[in-house]
Structure formats: C-alpha cells, structure tokens
C-alpha cells in the first residue's frame, strides 16, 4: 500500500458526457501527477500538479483539466468524453516534484 | 509517445526460473525505474537507478543501467508464481516536473 488513495474504482459514461476523478496524496506529498494508460500499453504523462500550480503537462487536449487542493489532494476533470478516453487513470503523488512518486491504485473509466 | 521499448513483450517462464527484460529508451536520462502491475491495477514501485550507476540490487531484482546503450535490464531470480505482472520501465529527465514516460512493458507469466 502506497497511501494513494483514488476514487471511483470503476466509473461508465457515455460519449459526450463530463468526469471528475479523485485522488489523497500520501500525507506530507505536495506533488500530484496524473497518468493515463490505455489497455494493452504503458501510462502517458497527463500532468502534474506542484504546490496547487500546473507543473508540467503532457500531449493531452484541454479537454483534460485538473486541480489541487491546499491540502494536496487532487481532481481530474475530462469534458467531452470520447471512446478513446476508456483507460485506466493512475495518479502518483511525490514528496517533492522530482522525487519518486507513489501510485494510487486507478479509476477504470469505460466510455460507451 | 513512449520512451522506452520493453523487450520481449511477453514472457513465460517455470517458477524457479530466472526472467530477464529489457528497455531501450531513446533520450538522455536522468533516473531510470522499474515498476510492477498486477492485473491493471496500480503500479509498484520496484526499483530506482540513476543515470550515474551501472548496476543495482533489490532482494531477487538485478537492474543494470547502460546509458552508451541507452538500455536497461531487469533480471528475477528464481522467479515465484506471484511474480506474474506486467513490467514496465520508466524514465525522467530530471527537470522539474518529474515526467515519467513509460515503455510499452513486458507481460510476464510464471507457471507453478
């Protein structure tokens, strides 16, 4: 176990329709950062987030947003669905923004 | 995209026996890390070598870091039915923001 908590496990939606994903950061980790990963492939880097400040972002459209809370926990928010968006979504939070990062267990998003 | 390529891409091998992978990446790196996923969930973290090593150990993991090459590899000892997971390297440039980008993995089966 990590600390990494995120919420829902599971989540089904349509195409079109708006998500919000959660993530707890480790206690004492300021650093949140967001992976997608496709069934089949490797995570890609969505964002991080460092203090409540965008720190980095990865080839993802605006459709993908997200926050961070002052007591470090984090969203993702994805408008639009599309089919594509079906993945698994991983955050990791670090102690620092260039130190190992601890992942949470995913959401499973499924867009039908 | 993804930086790192695993090699082979699956692996099936008799519990008891050892199980190499291998990843390429193609830019320069900073730290390279291997992580372990069982059935889609969170990634575990497995190991951490810097761009500065050559070789590192973690109980029955052995991790070797060619940065001429621009390869790593991850060698299990006398592997257990419960290593069976996905592998996957991960590398970071070391600026700030710690980007992790991930190779495709290596889907490894230990038989009992």
């Known amino acids: 176990e990590t600390g990494v908590t995120q919420s829902p496990t599971h989540l089904i939606k349509t195409r079109g329709q708006q998500v919000t994903l959660r993530c707890s950061s480790q206690?004492?980790?300021?650093?949140v950062s967001w992976y997608q990963q496709a069934l089949g492939q490797g995570p890609q880097f969505i964002f991080q987030?460092?203090?409540?400040?965008?720190?980095g972002r990865g080839n993802f459209p605006p459709r993908f947003s997200g926050l961070q809370f002052p007591n470090y926990s984090s969203e993702l928010n994805v408008n639009a669905l599309e089919l594509d968006d079906s993945a698994l979504y991983l955050c990791?939070?670090?102690?620092?923004?260039?130190?190992?990062?601890?992942f949470g267990p995913g959401t499973r998003l499924t867009v039908l | 995209s993804q930086q790192g390529e695993e090699d082979p891409q699956a692996l099936s091998i008799q519990e008891g026996e050892n199980a190499t992978m291998n990843c390429s990446y193609k830019?320069?790196?900073?730290?390279l890390q291997w992580y372990r996923q069982n059935s889609g969930r969170g990634l575990v973290h497995l190991i951490l070598i810097r761009s500065n090593e050559r070789e590192k150990h973690s109980g029955r993991l052995r991790v070797t870091l060619d940065t001429s090459k621009k390869s790593s590899s991850l060698l299990i000892t006398a592997s257990r039915a419960a290593d069976t997971a996905s592998y996957f390297c991960a590398t970071d440039k070391g600026a700030a923001g710690n980007k992790l980008t991930f190779g495709g993995g290596t889907r490894v089966l230990v038989k009992p």
């Open positions: 206690s004492g980790h300021n650093t």
């Open positions: 990791a939070s670090s102690l620092e923004a260039d130190n190992e990062q601890f």
């Open positions: 987030y460092y203090r409540e400040e965008e720190n």
């Open positions: 830019t320069s790196i900073n730290n």
